[in-house]
């Protein structure tokens, strides 16, 4: 995904490489004091995230929890949060969201979201109400009020390389994307243990980007028709997918802009 700013507008931007995936900030702001400070505490946050989450880390709080050396009671707060937050997906999704479908515990289809949520809301609390995260492709963004305000996010098209499938416009929201064109059928499918085939992408909009992200996880293990019946049961959210034949279909109420 791709987030434009107003014409016009000056844009503060930081990239920063953590999570195995670069996340940009874009700031609408004058580069204050404050605003440098939020963004360094929001810089840390993920780098923490990922110090603690990431299966990939030896030393991290999970991988010690798939090699059974410590216990749930046993993990700091944050993590017994997430798999807290981990379950309710599960059920949320009705099955679809499994943070041990593959079975060691891997919470990584929701930990980004999750950190990446909380970093724009340390910036907004600091003052930047006008400002995008964009982690690996998963975006929140809010805007200051009127028409200048508006982000524009590009979704990447799964069956024309390098062209864009719809442009999504907004003032604050979330949006993610779960899909096959860079990484292959890698989502499994926990009720048959196998990969999530039927659809080529799966982008959701709402309010926070925890549950975007999930949710885009589960559509994509759903498939269409399944995804957008389920996906009009949850306030707030939409859905736009692609299928494996390549038909694109949008929910009622995402939030389209012109290409």
């Given at each position: 995904m791709r987030e434009r700013t107003g014409a016009g507008e000056a844009a503060w931007r930081h990239a920063e490489p953590?999570?195995?995936?670069?996340?940009?900030?874009?700031?609408?702001?004058?580069?204050t004091p404050v605003l440098r400070a939020a963004l360094g505490e929001a810089v840390a946050l993920l780098h923490e995230a990922d110090r603690v989450f990431s299966p990939f880390l030896p030393d991290s709080a999970v991988s010690r929890l798939r090699r059974g050396e410590s216990g749930r009671a046993d993990a700091p707060p944050d993590v017994r949060h997430v798999l807290e937050l981990c379950e309710l997906a599960h059920s949320r999704t009705r099955g679809a969201f499994d943070?041990?479908?593959?079975?060691?515990?891997?919470?990584?289809?929701?930990v980004k979201g999750w950190a990446a949520e909380r970093a724009?809301?340390?910036?907004?609390?600091?003052?930047?109400t006008d400002a995008c995260v964009n982690a690996g492709?998963?975006?929140?963004?809010?805007?200051?009020?009127?028409s200048a305000g508006l982000w524009h996010t590009g979704i990447a098209d799964p069956r024309r390389p390098g062209r864009l499938l719809a442009v999504v416009a907004g003032r604050n929201h979330a949006i993610a994307t779960s899909g096959t064109s860079e990484r292959g059928p890698?989502?499994?499918?926990?009720?048959?243990?196998?990969?999530?085939?039927?659809?080529?992408?799966?982008?959701?909009?709402?309010?926070?980007?925890?549950?975007?992200?999930?949710?885009?996880?589960?559509?994509m293990v759903l498939g269409a028709p399944e995804a957008?019946?389920?996906?009009a049961s949850l306030p707030g959210y939409a859905l736009l997918t692609v299928a494996a034949d390549g038909e694109a279909r949008a929910s009622e109420g995402f939030p389209l802009s012109a290409v």
């Amino acid at each position: 995904m791709r987030e434009r700013t107003g014409a016009g507008e000056a844009a503060w931007r930081h990239a920063e490489p953590v999570m195995g995936t670069i996340v940009s900030f874009t700031l609408r702001h004058r580069p204050t004091p404050v605003l440098r400070a939020a963004l360094g505490e929001a810089v840390a946050l993920l780098h923490e995230a990922d110090r603690v989450f990431s299966p990939f880390l030896p030393d991290s709080a999970v991988s010690r929890l798939r090699r059974g050396e410590s216990g749930r009671a046993d993990a700091p707060p944050d993590v017994r949060h997430v798999l807290e937050l981990c379950e309710l997906a599960h059920s949320r999704t009705r099955g679809a969201f499994d943070a041990w479908a593959d079975g060691p515990l891997d919470p990584c289809g929701l930990v980004k979201g999750w950190a990446a949520e909380r970093a724009w809301q340390l910036l907004r609390n600091a003052g930047a109400t006008d400002a995008c995260v964009n982690a690996g492709g998963d975006v929140r963004v809010g805007g200051a009020a009127g028409s200048a305000g508006l982000w524009h996010t590009g979704i990447a098209d799964p069956r024309r390389p390098g062209r864009l499938l719809a442009v999504v416009a907004g003032r604050n929201h979330a949006i993610a994307t779960s899909g096959t064109s860079e990484r292959g059928p890698h989502i499994t499918d926990p009720r048959t243990r196998t990969p999530a085939t039927s659809l080529l992408a799966a982008t959701v909009t709402g309010p926070d980007l925890l549950w975007a992200d999930v949710y885009a996880t589960a559509a994509m293990v759903l498939g269409a028709p399944e995804a957008h019946r389920w996906i009009a049961s949850l306030p707030g959210y939409a859905l736009l997918t692609v299928a494996a034949d390549g038909e694109a279909r949008a929910s009622e109420g995402f939030p389209l802009s012109a290409v």
